[in-house]
Nanobody, 118 residues
């Protein structure tokens, strides 16, 4: 099992920036994918961005050009730099880990709230 702890959420004005961090610990395999998902009130959880251990990146269309995902495999950390935030980015942001070999196990963090409001 992999434990995931998110940090960095908070309240920000429209147009502002925030950085989210995720620290992973536990049984982390060499081939994996980590990602950020978000869930707004009354909506389904959706992918924001993902990054494999090999460096393959995927972004949701809604955040392309505004958000940047990164990770440090040596420290088992992942970050999401969010710029030009808008009210529609308000959501609980979750860190996700999935093995790409072995059992394909998926683990989730508890989430961190991002609120974009004036």
């Amino acid at each position: 099992q992999v434990q995931l702890v998110e940090s960095g959420g908070g309240l920000v004005q429209p147009g502002g920036s925030l950085r989210l961090d995720c620290l992973a610990s536990g049984r982390i395999l060499s081939l994996n994918i980590m990602g950020w998902y978000r869930q707004a009130p009354g909506k389904q959880r959706e992918l924001v961005a993902s990054l494999t251990s090999a460096g393959v990146i995927n972004y949701a269309d809604s955040v392309k050009g505004r958000f940047t995902i990164s990770r440090d495999n040596t420290k088992n950390t992942m970050s999401l730099q969010m710029n030009s935030l808008q009210p529609e980015d308000t959501a609980v942001y979750y860190c996700k880990y999935q093995n790409l070999i072995g059992d394909g196990r998926t683990d989730w963090g508890k989430g961190t709230l991002v609120t974009v409001s004036s």
